[in-house]
């Protein structure tokens, strides 16, 4: 059996959970791997057999993305190119965390697809989601449609829905609390980040940022560049973490029960939608870095004396072996879903039709 794992390359998340399922799937099968994406430090630390551009976004400074930057940076030549060229007929079926490329090239070849995505649990129709539906919550919902999903979510709600893959380094990391403050808001600039963070000044800060090629310091505050290492090593031992609402990085806090406050990204559904799930939970959410409270919500979230721990489960191995199952059970016995993406990926993506969803919340949604 080959397996062609593809994975969203913008971000960091999408790479650090794959490593943990992939390993697993090369238990199983012969696996090979497909990053694309524009904006990401953290490279995958397994052999890569394809590197594509893609599609992907450029974090801004203001709380969003760049879309500016975005639209220079993506070329829709060059993605029609990686479509075409991908020899998808080699595998026997496709599993995309959020990877565009892989699965339109699928879809043209009619081989098989398994999403495996926090973005793929959003379409289900049990989860809550919050109101209204965004312009980017309709991207997010055709942006990359797979025959089947395994959707990765902070609370498991049925087979299909697994809560978040914990990487080994955090699963078995040494957890301490040193009493610094851990920050990672790739879309903020650093000054933005000082402005606020310098009023809480008896906290020693140190700042992960998308923006600065070297290390350096203001006052109580020190701003590294992204290093994936290092940032495991201060987050196993920080007080707080402030980040985006991004999947990855809020589960691993949840899991060590650290103290986190969630910034969602302006105008990102998939943000939007981490934020209320966790703001459900009990996480404290703060709508931009600008607001006039910002500070002071820091203050209040350092003074509590409780904080949320999730002990998730080490479900990498679950995974693999329902995406294999999916395989050799509905894929292999033709029950797969009929829809013109299969034979127009871009077109259904410019022009998505209304979308059906599988009320039962089995196997396909």
């Known amino acids: 059996m080959r397996i062609l794992y593809a994975i969203q390359g913008t971000g960091n998340g999408h790479i650090t959970r794959s490593v943990s399922i992939i390993n697993e799937l090369q238990k199983k099968a012969e696996v090979d791997i497909l990053v694309s994406g524009i904006h990401n430090e953290i490279k995958l630390p397994l052999p890569v057999a394809y590197q594509f551009q893609g599609l992907g976004f450029v974090f801004g400074k203001q709380g969003g993305i760049d879309y500016l930057k975005t639209y220079k940076r993506n070329n829709i030549k060059t ?80 087979q299909y829905i697994e809560t978040p893959v914990i990487r080994d380094e955090i699963r078995h990391g040494m957890v301490s609390d040193s009493g610094h403050g851990l920050v990672y808001l790739p879309s903020y600039s650093d000054e933005m980040i000082f402005n606020t963070l310098k009023k809480v000044s008896h906290l020693k800060w140190m700042v992960f940022s998308k923006h600065t090629n070297g290390a350096y310091q203001k006052e109580n505050i020190s701003f590294e560049p992204i290093n994936g290492a290092l940032f495991t090593e201060k987050l196993l031992s920080c007080h707080l973490l402030i980040s985006a609402a991004g999947f990855g990085s809020t589960s691993e806090a949840l899991f060590l029960g650290k103290k986190l406050i969630v910034v969602p990204m302006k105008n990102q559904y998939e943000q939007k939608f981490n934020a209320y799930t966790l703001e459900k939970l009990g996480v404290s959410t703060l709508k931009s870095l600008k607001s006039c409270d910002a500070s002071t919500l820091i203050e209040e979230v350092i003074q509590k004396n409780n904080s949320l721990k999730i002990n998730y489960p080490d479900n990498a191995g679950t995974i693999a072996d329902k995406a294999i199952a999916l395989y050799n059970g509905p894929i292999l016995q033709g029950i797969l879903s009929n829809s013109d993406k299969r034979d127009k990926p871009l077109e259904y993506y410019l022009n998505p039709p209304k979308i059906t969803r599988d009320q039962s919340g089995t196997l396909s949604f």
């Not at 649990?121 to 209204?132: A, E, G, R, V």
């Not at 997010?140 to 395994?150: A, F, K």
Request: charged residues 20%.
């Open 79 to 158: 993605l029609l190119k990686e479509i075409k060229s991908l020899p998808v007929e080699r595998y026997n079926f496709v599993i995309s965390d959020f990877e565009p490329v892989s699965v339109w090239a699928a879809s043209k070849a009619r081989i098989p697809t398994i999403g495996i995505s926090n973005q793929a649990s959003f379409m289900h129709p049990h989860i809550k989601k919050p109101w209204p539906i965004t312009i980017s919550g309709l991207f997010l919902e055709n942006y990359v449609q797979c025959d089947y999903n395994i959707g990765l979510h902070y609370e498991s709600i049925d």
